[in-house]
């Protein structure tokens, strides 16, 4: 057995932990999966304990020392955190300003005034896909419901014409482009480059919305026809405030972000000097943690004080966004910790060998493994993480371009088919006041569209750059 120190680990290291041989690696893999699966869906336990206990179970069926084994959940816990922790905070504070200060309302007004008949499917897309950049997907679902229930009310429009393409948008920024928890937490897996995964995202996601928004939502209104739930008709966010952010200044905030990113990809791949001075100015202003803490830092004028909020308020609003998440970076940083074990026990090792023999697409492969743990979990950001850990080896030496089609193909594997394991499937099911077979229809065949057809289209983007 390859000997490391538990300081080796903590430090970070990714040496082999245990000499197993292909066979035992790969049932260990098949045992550490079972045991998250069945915790998160017979037991009920939350995903953070699951991934933990999952993690140790992998280690012992691998024939790995305990004390190693925790060393590597710890460090891979410890550099996920430190990697994607600041940024998804960063996300939820400037999510929590958007939603509270009326912008996410003064954006959705603005936009449907504009749009009328068939124009309205196409004006969710693009509601849903803005919004839906800073927040998390269940805020962003809580956000756009009253909306979508209002829109397809007072305009007699099918609750599918309305309601699918709302959530395909806020379905596929969700799993495709960050900062979302899950494509973070890919790209710090895999060393992928930001910017250009961002970019080569938004390629992906345009098409993807497109066809599984607008497009489908033809064929769901005709499936199922649901009367419109009145009852779930909450208050708007906006609706006791005495002023809202004007719509260009919500835009820009939300957009800063993004565009800094980009910014940063660009001059990357034209300018390619690091002692230019323009590429040294972007790779500050386009590093994630600086975009998204301009971001905020921006919105609390453009969106807070827009807002008539005071100091207090302001500080109110931050502090309020952040007690949510601390179940996500749990669950984030302890697949980080899982992903770190996979890899220190060789597992990463075994599916380079076993990709060899089989002559199966990197990209096809990553994509097939995101499909399988989230259809066993239900979780898209499990899938991801685990996913990204399992394909992590293989990303070496792959130029950044092949290694961003790598986050991507895992993004949209990691959205197939939700069904009955996944809390999404119950918050829109209840939500839109459907049966479960109506649901299955819709929202179930919605998600393995976005996830087929990103996949198509990343796989393209690989025969052409």
């Known amino acids: 057995m390859t000997s490391l120190s538990v300081e080796t680990l903590a430090a970070g290291a990714t040496g082999p932990i245990t000499t197993a041989g292909n066979t035992q690696l790969g049932i260990a893999v098949l045992a550490g999966i079972a045991v998250i699966v069945l915790l998160i869906t017979r037991l009920k336990l939350h995903a953070f304990l699951a991934l933990t206990v999952g993690s140790l179970a992998l280690g012992v069926f691998a024939g790995a020392p305990l004390a190693k084994t925790i060393s590597s959940f710890t460090a891979g816990l410890g550099s996920t955190v430190a990697g994607v922790g600041v940024l998804i905070a960063l996300g939820a504070i400037l999510g929590k300003l958007l939603a509270d200060s009326g912008g996410a309302d003064e954006i959705v007004d603005t936009i449907l005034a504009r749009a009328k008949g068939r124009a309205m499917p196409w004006a969710m897309v693009l509601i849903a896909s803005v919004i839906g950049l800073p927040l998390f997907f269940e805020v962003g679902i ?9 829109v397809a009310k007072r305009g007699n429009y099918s609750l599918m014409r309305i309601g699918i393409p709302a959530l395909a948008g806020l379905s596929v920024m969700h799993g495709l482009i960050p900062p979302h928890p899950g494509p973070l937490v890919a790209i710090d ?11 080569l995202g938004i390629l ?25 739930p009145e009852h779930m008709i909450p208050q708007r966010p906006s609706a006791e405030l005495e002023h809202r952010p004007r719509f260009g200044a919500t835009v820009f905030t939300v957009m800063l972000p993004v565009v800094l990113m980009l910014m940063k990809a660009l001059v990357d791949i034209v300018v390619d000097d690091p002692a230019n001075p323009v590429q040294r100015v972007t790779d500050v202003a ?18 807070g004080r827009a807002a008539g909020f005071t100091k207090a308020r302001i500080s109110t609003t931050v502090e ?3 007690a949510p998440i601390a179940g996500i970076l749990l669950i984030v940083g302890a697949g980080g910790g899982f992903k770190q074990t996979l890899i220190d026990v060789g597992v990463g090792q075994m599916i380079m060998d076993l990709s060899k023999s089989w002559a199966i697409p990197t990209l096809l492969l990553a994509w097939l493994i995101a499909v399988a743990i989230r259809l066993a979990t239900g979780s898209a950001t499990v899938a991801t993480i685990s996913a990204a850990g399992l394909v992590a080896p293989l990303a070496v030496g792959m130029s950044s371009t092949e290694t961003a ?3 991507l193909a895992i993004g949209a594997g990691s959205l197939f088919f939700s069904h009955v394991n996944d809390a999404g499937f119950w918050l829109v099911k209840e939500y839109f006041g459907m049966t479960v077979g109506q649901t299955l229809k819709t ?10 057809v990103g996949l198509v289209f ?7 750059l």
Do not use: C, Q
């Open 142 to 150: 809580v956000l756009l419901i009253p909306v979508v229930l209002l």
């Open 189 to 199: 897996a895999l060393h992928a480059n930001l910017g250009i995964t961002l970019a």
């Open 204 to 228: 992906v996601a345009i098409p993807t919305v497109i066809i599984s928004g607008p497009l489908f939502s033809r064929y769901a209104a005709r499936w199922v026809d649901v009367p419109i």
């Open 286 to 303: 386009g590093s994630p943690l600086i975009a998204l803490l301009s971001a905020v830092l921006v919105g609390m004028f453009t969106l």
């Open 320 to 322: 309020k966004s952040l």
């Open 405 to 407: 089609l790598l986050v």
């Open 443 to 452: 929202w179930s065949v919605m998600e393995t569209i976005i996830s087929v």
């Open 458 to 464: 990343v796989l393209l983007l690989s025969l052409v």
